[in-house]
């Protein structure tokens, strides 16, 4: 959706690229020269990535889900190291309760390092929303690790009978801290499908040929570069609609993108009524 207002400077760069364009106060004509340079850059991008044996969406996901569950599998380590130096398997000179809680920090970060290049990673090429449960699981494979890697160190703390009393509490204390948070940064709370992601291609390639923009803070994604909402954006991003679900931009923007296929919908109507009144007009003719 255009608006009248006149836009502050801004600055249109590319997700896949260096800055292509900057605006002094561009207008709808300007504003539709930017989205054609940027259809031809992001063709280009696309020829030069095929060119140079460039990874594809889903070889980029796997590449990051590989790193993911190595994460998790080390975070996995730690919490071996943490139970066996809690029953005396391991010995380390100095403070236990300072080792074990060291050890429980390692064991978050790793946790929850793995989750966000998990999570990150469907946003790059998302499980299809088929099959109910298997969607689910896919997308909550951080929680499942956060769970293996804190829930059976926090069930043998509470039931260690070695331990100091005070450290006991306060390892526990932290164990239990860390697989809630661990769980909380582990959870998909917008996950997206394949069938979103077709839908959204479809309408940005109907509406905008295939071109999608947003902000730095923004959550969504809009088809007009003079969108109301862009207006007081100095820096607006561009790219493909893949490229705005892998920048987490997966809400259609309510003035142009929502607008977008209402219009498409008005005109199939449109069109469907036409055709009608065709074939109409050559019934009675014949």
Not at 117 to 123: A, G, I, P, Q, V
Not at 191 to 196: A, C, G, L, R, Y
Request: glycine residues 4%; proline residues 3%; aromatic residues 6%.
């Amino acid at each position: 959706m255009a608006n009248s207002k006149t836009p502050k400077e801004r600055q249109f760069v590319s997700a896949s690229d260096t800055p292509v364009k900057t605006g002094e106060g561009e207008k709808k004509a300007s504003a539709k020269k930017a989205n054609s340079a940027a259809v031809e850059k992001a063709q280009s991008i696309r020829e030069s990535v095929s060119e140079n044996g460039g990874k594809t969406p889903k070889a980029r996901a796997t590449s990051l889900r590989i790193i993911a569950v190595i994460l998790w599998l080390v975070a996995i380590a730690f919490e071996i190291l943490v139970i066996a130096l809690l029953n005396g398997t391991l010995y380390i000179p100095g403070d236990q309760t300072m080792w074990l809680i060291i050890g429980i920090a390692l064991d978050l970060i790793c946790v929850v390092s793995g989750s966000l290049l998990w999570k990150h990673s469907n946003r790059i090429d998302p499980a299809s929303e088929k099959n109910k449960v298997k969607f689910f699981l896919w997308n909550n494979m951080g929680v499942i690790a956060a769970v293996l890697a804190f829930l059976p160190l926090v069930i043998i703390l509470l039931k260690d009978k070695k331990l100091d009393a005070k450290a006991k509490k306060i390892v526990s204390i932290v164990a239990a801290v860390a697989l809630i948070a661990a769980i909380g940064l582990s959870i998909d709370y917008n996950p997206v499908s394949q069938e979103d992601l077709a839908e959204d291609k479809q309408e940005a390639l109907a509406q905008n040929e295939g071109i999608a923009y947003w902000t730095r803070w923004g959550r969504s994604y809009h088809f007009d570069p003079n969108c109301r909402t862009l207006l007081n954006s100095a820096v607006v991003y561009q790219g493909t609609i893949e490229e705005a679900f892998e920048a987490h931009r997966t809400d259609p923007c309510d003035f142009c993108a929502e607008g977008a296929e209402a219009k498409q919908i008005e005109a199939q109507v449109v069109a469907n009524t036409d055709e009608t009144e065709v074939e109409a007009d050559e019934s009675a003719n014949d």
